[in-house]
């Protein structure tokens, strides 16, 4: 999806953003988790959030890369990437590969369906593709994101079947990053790691 939003910049996060990247994670996850009927999840998942770019931006030696989506000197979008989290360790077993996992794909709802998520992951993988990366994992737990990243990247690589309840799986993508420049997708899709399970709060991360 094109960005329908004119003055857009995609660009590393510095510390003057942090603050409007928070409510980012404040509004887009408290929204995404209350239409899923788990609400009282979304505050140990924001707080997770809002560390892990924290420590990205203020620590040069975190393992978390972010990209922001400003508007002004407004974050309204996030997409990370990183080692992988905790869920997709425990759903591959003996099958995970030595990959990063792209996650944290977050946008302010007044501006999601205007193709912001769809910029942050072209800028994604523009700088995976500078540093040589070929694949990376994107896992998801939400049902209502797990659409969008079926239409975008189709089929998922493993299907944790009811891995949060009965009849909530947990999907797993192995995406080649040539393969995967944005196509027509939602903003609302929430990775992870993340981007971005249910929340649970380690080094390694995880995020529903």
Known sequence: MKCRIQGLKI??????DLDSAYRVFEESIALAFEEEGISHDAPAEIEYKQQLI???VLEDTYDFVFFVAKLGDAVIGTI????????IRRCL??????LGEVGSIYVLPGFQGQGVASALIAAMLEYLQSLGVKRFYLDCGLKSAQQKW???FGQPY????????EGSDH????CAVEASAPAELGDRGLEENSAS???????SGGSR
């Open 54 to 56: 924290r420590s990205s």
């Open 158 to 165: 493993k299907t944790a079947k009811d891995y949060w309840g």
């Open 93 to 98: 077993g003996e099958g995970l590969e030595d």
């Open 197 to 203: 399970t249910r929340p649970q709060l380690s080094d």
């Open 11 to 16: 660009e590393r996060p510095v510390p003057d």
């Open 80 to 87: 990370s990437y990183g080692p992988c989290g905790d869920d």
């Open 171 to 174: 999907l797993i993508w192995l």
């Open 150 to 152: 079926l239409r975008k």
